[in-house]
């Protein structure tokens, strides 16, 4: 048991770093935005899509969705909604297909619905999707539109839930499909879900196709054309920030360059990387609003001879250096700390800015120091804490390098330690590991005693069952021959031994 969870949480360290440097080379406009499931800017936190539903646990869903149980079907609507995260692209999919009905009967069915919702009023809070949802499908007088209406509603339903732009973009799509008959509720969907929709609506708006630009402008200004400012102190979370200064690049909207170029130096790392990246796409559009910024911030005007990528290499710099000044100063305590031989104190502040700067560009100079505090960790028999230190190490270290050669090796070690103490030893992975750490001398001396034991673990185990199947067959042998004699003799009427 102990194998598999290590290897988990080894991987969930490199693979986080991994994402935030992926996350990082994402951020920006992109040329044609429309080739990219979100857009291809600043990515959602989400999911993967292997982990979403697939179209057949879809269908599975909306089946009960359709049935003639009333809780059922509003429990199966909630249940999709629920778990439908990274399942943007297999909702997309059941979307596009055949709902079994004709336009004109879901156009009945959603009319009918609407209706329902009006005469209820707005206290109820009764939704599109609940007045199709309290309408039996098995009614005569109602059928198959019904079924269908539900389906594609809860689905954009659960689309809305998952709050991501590779959510919106698909119910964008999906507005002139059915003859329009969606495009009505998705706009006020949209509209509803407010600023977090709004960069969705700017992609739109930016579109080839003349039916989605028209679609993005109406329901924008049905949003009421909401000032820049407004839009960014109303976005809370910073990815989504990040991707409306994407949005705005990727339709150059030249009223967008001042708050961008202000937002270089954000506190959060993704708006700051993308402002940046959007200012290098607004190319000479962005040259006076970068010349007053480098002016406001040094006092004086640049150099003769330079333009826009000497001005934002010195002014990130300026801001680079300025919100880092603590974080700088903690890891050059740490590195001092390390030299000095002090564990203690460098693990302290080597965590303090990892805390406050996940990625530090001088991170992977930590990975020494973690190992060697593992190291000693370990010596002190403390192998969780061990553990720890070579986790931080493998986290921080650069792919490719001794360190990260080293961290895997004594995750491996920590691992077969265990292995063994549990009465299960690898003689294969002593043997992996020795080759990878030459100096663990132990992980040497394992692999050569297991190996004479017998060779490899596979060898052992084939040895193990070789002479498990002897035994058997002798203990057969034996039975026959004498269970034969006992039974003949029994046969001849031979008295029983006595007891006694």
């Known amino acids: 048991m102990t194998r598999p969870i290590l290897f988990l949480a080894l991987v969930s360290v490199c693979s986080g770093a991994a994402a935030g440097e992926q996350a990082f080379g994402r951020c920006g406009p992109v040329a044609q935005p429309d080739r990219y499931p979100d857009w291809g800017g600043t990515p959602d936190t989400t999911l993967s899509a292997e982990l979403g539903l697939k179209p057949e646990e879809v269908e599975a869903i909306l089946a009960r969705l359709t049935g003639t149980d009333r809780d059922g079907r509003f429990a199966a609507a909630e249940e999709l909604e629920h778990c439908a995260t990274g399942s943007e692209q297999t909702l997309r999919k ?29 206290k109820a809070g009764l939704t599109v999707l ?11 007088n109602i059928g198959a539109g019904t079924r269908a209406a539900s389906r594609v509603m809860a689905m ?19 507005s002139p499909r059915h003859a329009g008959v969606f495009r009505q ?107 007053r910024l480098y002016e406001n911030t040094f006092g004086k005007e640049p150099a003769d001879g330079t333009d826009v990528p000497q001005w934002s290499g010195e002014l990130y710099d300026r801001f680079d250096s300025l919100r880092l000044a603590d974080t700088a ?60 230190a070579t986790m931080m190490a493998a986290r921080v270290a650069r792919p490719g390098t001794e360190e990260a050669r080293l961290a895997q090796a004594r995750l491996e070690w920590l691992e077969a330690e265990a292995y063994r103490k549990g009465g299960a030893p690898d003689a294969e992975l002593y043997q992996r590991i020795a080759k990878a750490d030459p100096e663990n001398a132990d992980a040497r001396g394992w692999a050569d005693r297991l190996c004479g034991q017998g060779g490899s ?34 046969a ?3 008295p029983p031994q006595s007891l006694s």
């Open 94 to 122: 059941v979307l596009w297909g055949d709902h079994g009905a004709r336009n004109t009967e879901i156009r009945d069915a959603i009319q009918v619905a609407r209706r329902r919702v009006e005469l209820a009023g707005s």
């Open 329 to 388: 100063a903690a890891f050059e305590e740490g590195r001092a700390a390390a030299a000095a031989g002090d564990l203690a104190k460098m693990d302290a502040r080597y965590r303090q800015v990892l805390r406050e700067a996940p990625m530090f560009a001088n991170r992977h100079e930590m990975a020494a120091g973690f190992l060697a505090l593992a190291l000693l960790r370990g010596e002190e028999d403390k192998l969780d804490a061990a553990r720890a």
């Open 185 to 291: 509720t998705i706009g006020e969907l949209l509209v509803a879900r407010g600023y977090d929709a709004l960069p969705a609506l700017v992609y739109g708006r930016g579109s080839a196709d003349p039916e989605l630009h028209m679609f993005a402008v109406t329901w924008i200004r049905d949003m009421g054309n909401p000032l820049l400012g407004d839009q960014v102190n109303g976005i809370e979370n910073p990815r989504r920030l990040a991707q409306l200064l994407e949005a705005y690049a990727s339709v150059k909207e030249l009223d967008a360059i001042d708050v961008t170029v202000s937002l270089t130096n954000h506190e959060s790392a993704f708006v700051r990387q993308a402002a940046r990246k959007c200012v290098e796409a607004y190319g000479a559009n962005a040259r006076w609003p970068m010349r």
């Open 492 to 494: 001849c009427g031979s």
């Open 457 to 490: 673990t596979r060898d052992l185990v084939f040895k193990g069952v070789a002479v498990s199947l002897l035994l058997f067959f002798a203990v057969l042998v034996a039975y026959r021959r004498f269970g034969g004699r006992l039974r003949r003799g029994r």
């Open 156 to 174: 954009l339903s659960a689309l809305l839930a998952e709050n991501t732009l590779a959510a919106y973009k698909v119910m964008l799509e999906f």
């Open 130 to 140: 609940d007045a199709l949802l309290e309408m039996s499908p098995a009614d005569a």
